[in-house]
């Protein structure tokens, strides 16, 4: 199976959802990457079967983690920037592989 896009977690920036780790960063332009697009594409393959009696199976997936990360250069910059205008923030989503 194979999805050429990827679909991350959505954070709240705003409201009462908003979680405390992001409070900081309120103010801050966050940019977030296209995920339509292959770099951002999930595949997987499970493959089953039997052997004198015995189930057997396998399975592989690749894709992204849904939780997103903030670019630690840009939070501290952000952070250290005592005024506007502040620099943006680049998020992005970890790769992942399970087997």
Known sequence: VYLPWFEG???ARTGLWV???????????INTPSTTGLDYGQAGL????G???????AQY???R??????DTMDAFIFLSTP??????????????HQV
Request: glycine share 10%; proline share 15%; net charge neutral.
């Open 65 to 70: 983690l849904t939780t997103p990360f903030m």
């Open 46 to 49: 499970r493959i089953t079967g």
């Open 9 to 11: 977690d959505r954070i």
């Open 19 to 29: 979680p405390t780790q992001l409070k900081p960063f309120a103010a801050a332009t």
């Open 61 to 63: 997936f690749y894709g």
């Open 83 to 96: 005024t506007a205008p502040f620099p943006p923030i680049d998020i992005g989503y970890n790769p992942y």
């Open 51 to 57: 052997l004198q009696g015995i189930d057997l199976g």
